[in-house]
């Protein structure tokens, strides 16, 4: 029998006592596995041993494995660097083996096979069928110029062979009841392991944005069938999964999800599990994607609802492939959402080609005049292999300028020894944006997040929109330019929290935040400014007071506002609080999508804060900012005292 081993390593995510850590189950090896092995011929002549799936030393690694004849590695931009110090070293130990990379970071080429002497062959686009045509083939040492969909070295040279499409899913098995993952979860020396799940219940994408990999795949939009997802989802009931991601890319685009979706919710009811369940939604927010998104927020799985944009920006939109919704249904589908007590929150892009510092800080204070007041999340152009924005053409005709970095993924464990971190390809100028002007629409992002998604500001914000019709742009602009020439506390707060940026901008840096006051992992920058300022609380109003007080006429007014403000910031070990203020803030925010309710009203009223559920600041920003960040739980619910 040969030995087979995949390799799907993946990092923990936070170390914090109030959290277990977090790791995914290699769905992506496993899936592989499960289509070879549920042949007799591969059962027969292969044994498939233990997945290696977390980043263990690479000699504890080696020390797993015994005698392998061929190690598959399934490659993420989180898992090159280990993958490839893991295989180097498996090459060294055992000359004989046949190292093979899959997965999207391998570019579609020979490039790798080039660069890495240690490595056999590559896996291009999809894996099950060409891992099982390739063990196959090596049972009978024929050619590999028989396998589709990889590169080799013939001869030393390496060449590619011919491409295949990706087959109909109906005979692709399951990982999951196939019990591959059995000895993992039911293993005692993972009792404290929270293991999250991947699951698709379709492959492809209808769209064709030039950021994306999907964009790569020819092989169309394909579905698998039913009672394979249903046996999945009773899997992950049944083992008491807390965590399921679903990988499809746009989930809600098919009727058939609704019953997917009510399938979810009797799971739970019956089994409790599992507790959550995340996806992509469709990006046309229809009556239907609102059904199966209202169906599973009555059931509390849901984490929010994306209603992603990328940008919006028309001409950007053009040039990646991509269209958005009219700013109107925008507005609509997040008021609907909203006021039907669903959490929204909106994806943009930064270092799109076409975008300038101008469109891009327009844009994302346009999400919020559209009433996107929950939650903004601003990505970073990742410059991915395999997509169109990859492709020498693109480049050239944007002038896309990358610069490369470790990569640290937000909420794992800052790890001391990067020596295997993995890189990340970040654009960082374009034609249209220059490396100063994208530094600029960085930071100017991260203080609207903080001060206004996780809500330092967002009430006085509101109110000058509302009452004085300042726009939110030209509010948090002029706060920014503030920041960077007068302010004391928080150009300091902001600097400390960017101080990788001139590292990162000459490649010899990360581009990571993180602070050991809230615990051991990295942060989102935006998370990590609140959190700063938070932890300065006083001292952060004291100085943004110099900005606010040109805006307001009335002191009176002005002063009472800024008690609501700061009363409805959540902090950690906060006791039950009761207070008055002179209007009804409570009300008037509360008719935040009513366009007749623009003045506040003046009656005298008393308000009540729970005391704090969290009792340090390890506890607050996981809980609060990480987990609760979509729910707007950095900010306090107020009632009314009778």
Known sequence: MKNVYLVQPNNALSESSCLPSAVYLPYAVGAIAAYSFSKEDIKKNYNLCDFIF???????????IENPYIIGFSNYMWSVEYNLALAEAIKKKWPQCIIAFGGVQVPDDTEYLEEYPFIDLLMHSEGEVTFYKLLTELLQDGDLENVPNIS??????????????????EDFPSPYTMGLFDYIVNNPEYKNIQFDTVIETNRGCPYRCVFCCWRGNKSGFRQFPMEKVKAELDWLAEHKISYCFCADSNFGILERDEEIAEYIVNLKKKYGYP???????????????YRILRKLEDADLNRGVSIAVQSMSPEVLEIVGRKNMSVNNFAEQVARYRTSGMYTYTDLILGLPGETLDSFCKGLCEVIEAGQHSNVSVYRCEFLPNTIMYTKEFVEKY????????LCQIHTRVDEDMKYASRSDIVVETSTLSTEDWEK????????QSFHSLGLLKFMAIYLRKAKNISYYDFYMNLYEWIESESKVIKRILDRVFECIDAFLKGEGNLCFSDERFGNIYWEFYEGLFLSCAAEFESF??????????YFDDDKLFEDLLLYQKSMVALPSQEEKIFDVIYDWHEYFENLFNPSYLIPKENMTTLKIEKSSTDDWVDYAHKRVWYGKRYENTINIAEKVK
Do not use: H, W
């Open 54 to 64: 977390t980043k263990m030393p690479i000699d504890m690694a080696l020390e797993t």
């Open 152 to 169: 080799y070295r013939k001869n030393g040279i390496p060449i590619q062979t011919k491409k295949e499409l990706g087959p109909p899913l």
């Open 275 to 289: 507790q959550r369940f995340e996806s992509t939604a469709a990006k046309n927010k229809d009556d239907m994607t």
């Open 399 to 406: 002038k896309i300028k990358t610069v490369r970095s470790l």
């Open 441 to 448: 629409a960085f930071r100017f992002s991260v203080c609207v």
């Open 541 to 550: 109003y004291e100085d943004v007071i110099n900005y606010l007080k040109q």
